[in-house]
């Protein structure tokens, strides 16, 4: 089988010999530069040292943007986001994702102690990502995005992460990913039975100090 090739990430680590870590994917047209700011902001205690790694998603043109190329872990192929999806192309970032967990592991980090996080398409992959995962992650965060692939999650997912905690957040005038898309996806992942936190905040798509201090309160419950 053809190993998958890392993708280039910027690395942050809160202290030495780190004993846990976040991988935290961007959003459309971003870079992993787009969250590192964030790890100061979260205020972690001193005493527990995480690697965050912020990865760089390929260079791909995305159709719903004229087949501009940029950075993008899928296609996105309409504006209703689910209609049609990009199946082969989440699928293909699912596996560097998984990549990229597993060289946490082969670098001391149990995946029990690895956060998947992620924001906009990057929540979306680290929804797909972490419900198909055959190992224990300690959490899933999900940052103003949706499920993908809705409809294939009762049959691709694992029994590994049935119970990790899930926290998603969301702004209530968010007109990238409306808030119907993000309740459809709560809602689907709460039947099927997952432990989830649901914040909302006023805000569009992006990202608001409140959110922050909840993050790091659901950070500090989930890497112990």
């Known amino acids: 089988m053809t190993q998958t090739p890392l993708l280039q990430s ?3 680590e809160t202290g030495p010999a780190p004993t846990h870590s976040v991988v935290w994917l961007h959003g459309l047209g971003a870079d992993g530069n787009d969250f590192a700011p964030i790890v100061p902001e979260l205020r972690l205690p001193s005493s527990l040292c995480v690697r965050f790694v912020f990865p760089h998603a390929p260079v791909q043109p995305v159709t719903i943007n004229g ?3 940029m950075r993008s872990w899928y296609d996105i192929l309409v504006p209703n986001l689910v209609r049609i999806e990009d199946e082969t192309g989440i699928r293909a970032s699912e596996r ?26 990057g929540c979306a992959m680290t929804l797909h990502t972490g419900l198909r995962a055959d190992y224990k992650l300690a959490g899933l ?11 294939m999650a009762d049959h691709d997912r694992h029994a590994a992460n049935l119970n990790t905690p899930i926290f998603l957040a969301h702004g209530l005038q968010d007109p990238v990913v409306t808030i119907d898309r993000a309740e459809a996806s709560r809602d689907k992942l709460v039947s099927m039975g997952y432990p989830l936190q649901w914040h909302t905040y006023p805000m569009q798509h992006s990202v608001c100090p409140q959110e922050i201090s909840d993050m790091s ?3 500090r419950s989930v890497l112990v």
Do not use: C, K, N
Not at 100 to 121: D, K, Y
Not at 141 to 151: H, I, K, T, V
């Open 141 to 151: 965060m999900g940052l103003s995005g949706y499920l993908p692939l809705a409809d």
């Open 67 to 69: 087949g501009m190329p």
């Open 10 to 12: 910027i690395e942050i």
């Open 96 to 121: 560097a994702v998984h990549a990229l967990i597993q060289r946490e592991v082969s670098r001391g980090v149990p995946a029990s102690r690895i956060v998947l996080a992620g924001f906009s398409q």
């Open 217 to 219: 309160a659901f950070l």
